[in-house]
């Protein structure tokens, strides 16, 4: 008995966990990315080099479990955006803004980075299994939603019947 409801619980806790494979960063990997951005890292003397360093930064920000650094994180990447960057600069940057908005809990803006990711590269390995990740999780919470949409249905209708009972 104890093993079905063992069972019965770890599939409750992935249905209703994050359940992706996405890794993740703590503040001493974000803070040495800031000591390298700010210039204490490596002797950074070209753009390239400070651009790939503010890559790395805000990788490691959208990628943190604080929803302060995802924040951060995005703020840098849509300025990195708007700036004129090549194709495979732009892919990489709207795959890091895909990952912030999914960290952020913003599926939609995140399935909308990742097909603009996709239309600069089809075949692009990270954004097809963040795409199935978040369309995995918006059908989850589609699902959650119609369950509870169903409950409060289920309790106004129990109530209207209790109190129609009473008034017969």
């Known amino acids: 008995m104890s093993d079905k409801m063992r069972n019965f619980f770890d599939s409750m806790?992935?249905?209703?966990?994050?359940?992706?494979?996405?890794p993740w960063t703590d503040a001493h990997i974000i803070s040495t990315?800031?000591?390298e951005?700010?210039?204490?890292?490596?002797?950074?003397?070209?753009?390239?080099d400070m651009s790939d360093?503010?890559?790395?930064?805000?990788w490691a920000l959208v990628h943190s479990r604080?929803?302060?650094?995802?924040?951060?994180?995005?703020?840098?990447?849509?300025?990195?955006?708007?700036?004129?960057?090549?194709?495979?600069?732009?892919r990489e940057t709207l795959y890091l803004l895909a990952v912030g908005h999914y960290r952020a809990e913003d599926y939609g803006r995140s399935?909308?980075?990742?097909s603009?990711?996709?239309?600069?590269?089809?075949?692009?390995?990270?954004a097809l299994t963040l795409k199935k990740i978040v369309e995995d999780k918006?059908?989850?919470?589609?699902?959650?939603?119609i369950g509870i949409a169903v409950a409060a249905a289920g309790v106004v209708a129990a109530g209207l019947a209790a109190a129609l009972s009473r008034r017969n």
Do not use: H, W
């Not at 955006?81 to 600069?89: A, F, K, R, Y």
């Not at 603009?116 to 990270?126: K, M, V």
């Not at 918006?138 to 939603?145: E, F, Q, R, T």
């Open 13 to 22: 806790a992935s249905f209703f966990g994050v359940g992706d494979d996405l």
């Open 33 to 35: 990315c800031e000591r």
């Open 37 to 48: 951005a700010a210039g204490e890292g490596a002797g950074l003397s070209k753009d390239s």
């Open 53 to 58: 360093t503010i890559m790395r930064l805000s």
């Open 66 to 90: 604080r929803s302060s650094d995802v924040q951060r994180g995005i703020a840098m990447l849509e300025a990195a955006l708007s700036n004129d960057i090549g194709p495979t600069q732009k």
């Open 111 to 114: 399935r909308q980075y990742i």
């Open 116 to 126: 603009q990711a996709l239309e600069i590269a089809p075949d692009f390995r990270q």
């Open 138 to 145: 918006i059908a989850k919470d589609g699902v959650i939603g």
